[in-house]
């Protein structure tokens, strides 16, 4: 797989169910872009099913910076966060969340069983999402006089270039995003357009 691909998960996934010794273990996956999405989506899942007695979770955001965190909610240690980790670490995704919550059956599990039953939900759930490839993009901005318009948007048209935003006046700004590894060469296009500016912009 090129670099500047990764993988991840377009929606929401479906909710699924593993049983064990009358333990039920719903899995979730959600995609997200920032931490501040987890404890939302963890109040919601909370508010789905009230008689859970653990909601553990991990979470990895990113692609060449990577972060993630496990949550084992009261669970013995490492027997559910890591898991869940291992799974998204497994099926090679990111900027995602999954969520298993346990609802007590009033067999113990034991360490060996937990971390089965959860490894299992959140397989299952990863099973059932819709896992996508994504190109990671590096955005650029354009700064130019009207007169350089169309010899602008005619580099941008040939090279299939995607506009993110633009101002058009007197003096015009265009937002260009592209992949990656096309970045370089694009630099080079538009910086060889004199008087035409082109500033890499960090997202």
């Known amino acids: 797989m090129a670099s500047d691909i990764y993988k991840t998960i377009s929606s929401p996934s479906p909710e699924v169910m593993f049983k ?29 099913h009230p008689t859970a007695n653990h909601l553990c979770y991990a979470w990895q955001l ?12 009261g669970e013995p240690n490492n027997s559910a966060g890591m898991p869940i980790y291992g799974q998204i670490q497994s099926f090679g995704v990111t900027n995602i969340l999954i969520v298993v919550a346990r609802i007590f059956g009033g067999t113990k599990l034991g360490v060996g069983g937990l971390i089965n039953a959860y490894r299992t939900a959140a397989q299952m759930t990863l099973e059932e999402a819709k896992v996508i490839s994504k190109t990671l993009q590096q955005q650029f901005l354009l700064s130019f006089d009207y007169p350089e318009m169309d010899k602008v948007m005619r580099a941008i048209k040939q090279n299939q270039l995607e506009i993110v935003s633009q101002e058009m006046g007197m003096d015009c700004k265009i937002t260009i995003s592209v992949r990656r590894s096309d970045s370089d060469r694009t630099e080079d296009t538009f910086s060889s357009m004199h008087p035409v500016k082109i500033k890499r912009l960090n997202i």
Not at 24 to 35: M, N, R, S, T, V
Request: hydrophobic content about 30%; cysteine-free; aromatic content about 12%.
């Open 62 to 73: 990113g692609v060449e910076d990577i972060k993630y965190r496990a949550n084992d909610d």
């Open 20 to 48: 064990d010794r009358k333990s039920k273990f719903y899995g979730y996956a959600f995609p997200i872009l920032d931490e501040e999405e987890v404890k939302p989506i963890l109040e919601e899942i909370g508010q789905q």
